[in-house]
């Protein structure tokens, strides 16, 4: 039984919950209730596809059985449900950001995939243009990230959705990848908890980085824009929860562990910031 | 005289997107190939609308770890960048000459945080 799943941390925990109990499932036949599933925050399919496609691998058959009537429009309308045996329905408003899948070598699909069904898309809310490059940069950013650090074999998930009168954009990617602790530790030899982990890959210069190839800024560019815009971020890796709003960083443990990670933006549509530079760079200023 | 080298990112690429390290690495390159002859090379933005740092980290940053600051700086000229672009860039830069130039610090920034969870304990 699925319980309301909110983007923000009680959503990720049934998330995990649902991991928790399917943990040990091969060639079986599970059918997920979401009879009480009154609420279903869109781009939390990302996360659900995630875990749901894993099922899949382990050659389980997945039912989504008594979903209520507004959990199902919205699953129908953003094509979550074609996944599982459904039809995609118009989605009237055009609010939704479609769920979609992709394997880590398809940067390009991913890209066309943002400015159609995001950026250039009529429903879309008026947004500055500098506060558009800026989404758009971050969007790019959430999707190297889980390219160059999940060694995801099973693919990145995302899915959006927007609400024109709340001026709020949310958009998910999740990865079955290794992990932030995992990869840390691999790389580094730091043994952190979970979410000790997320904190870690989001502050100064901490990278996993090794090889020819820097790296490290991209989260902490992520966190410098949704701090300007005020807007919120969520990252779900392993067992550990990590949220940043309004400058202020919270984290927690998860009852189970995410096989992966998952990044949540919520972007303030609304925000006026010029993100145009108060200094000029020089072009001969940079090596 | 040697001629110099431009370098056109929307023509390798093939997009205003530049967003993959992988296309990064193609830039990498052909910058690479060029100042290893001690070519000038002008890196030319035009076209290209998004930049993500794992793309520069490929393209530019790996730089680096090959040629020494005095090089990339006398040979790499960029031309058509947006003041924000060119900021991202910078940093990219800046982040990779630390990497590259002082493991250490990279390395201490982990020790650091070793010591904190050992005091913690």
Known sequence: ?????RHGQSGYQALVRLVGATKTCIFEDIDIDMGA?????????????????RLGESLNTVRLTNIRPGVENILLKNGFLSHYGR??????????IPYRR?????????????????IHRSEMPAMSSGLLKK????????FSNAVLHSHSKLGIFSCGQFFPK?????????????GMCQNIKDNTGLDLSPEAAIAWATEGRNTTKRGPVPGGLGLKLLVEFIDLNGGCIQIVSDAGYWRREKGKTLTASLVHAFPGTVVTVEINTADTNSYKLTSELSAADIF | ???????????????????????????????AAALKEDRSVTLSFHNVSTLTSAFLNAAVGQLYGEFSEEQIRSLLKVQDMQPDDMALL?????????????PQKFDQAVQDTLGDENDGE
């Open chain 1, 87 to 96: 039809e995609k329905i118009p989605d009237r408003w055009g609010t939704t």
């Open chain 1, 37 to 53: 599933t009154a609420w279903f925050d869109a781009d939390m399919c990302a996360a659900l596809g995630a875990i749901l496609y």
């Open chain 1, 1 to 5: 039984m699925l319980p309301e799943i």
């Open chain 1, 135 to 142: 989404f758009r940069e971050s969007i790019f950013e959430i």
């Open chain 1, 166 to 178: 709340r001026d709020r954009l949310d958009f998910s990617v999740a990865d079955l990848g290794v």
């Open chain 2, 90 to 102: 910078k940093r990219v830069v800046e982040t990779a000459k630390q990497y590259f130039k002082d």
């Open chain 2, 1 to 31: 005289m040697q001629k110099d080298v431009t370098i056109s990112i929307f023509e390798v690429v093939g997009s205003p997107l530049c967003v993959a390290s992988s296309d990064g690495q193609k830039i990498y390159e052909r910058l």
């Open chain 1, 102 to 118: 992709f394997d880590a070598k398809d940067d390009r699909f991913f890209a066309d995939y943002i400015e159609n069904e995001l």
